[in-house]
């Protein structure tokens, strides 16, 4: 399953996805200026 929301701030536009996968889940935030990974 995999949910991804697009919201702009300021004036940057950045994506956020939320994998879930079995009973695991994974959080990773994606910045067009500045990519940035989270797992957790």
């Given at each position: 399953m995999l949910h991804c929301m697009m919201?702009?701030?300021g004036?940057?536009?950045?994506?956020?996805?939320?994998?879930?996968?079995?009973?695991?889940c994974q959080r990773f935030l994606n910045v067009s200026v500045e990519s940035t990974e989270h797992t957790h």
């Amino acid at each position: 399953m995999l949910h991804c929301m697009m919201f702009t701030s300021g004036n940057s536009s950045k994506i956020m996805c939320i994998k879930i996968t079995g009973n695991n889940c994974q959080r990773f935030l994606n910045v067009s200026v500045e990519s940035t990974e989270h797992t957790h």
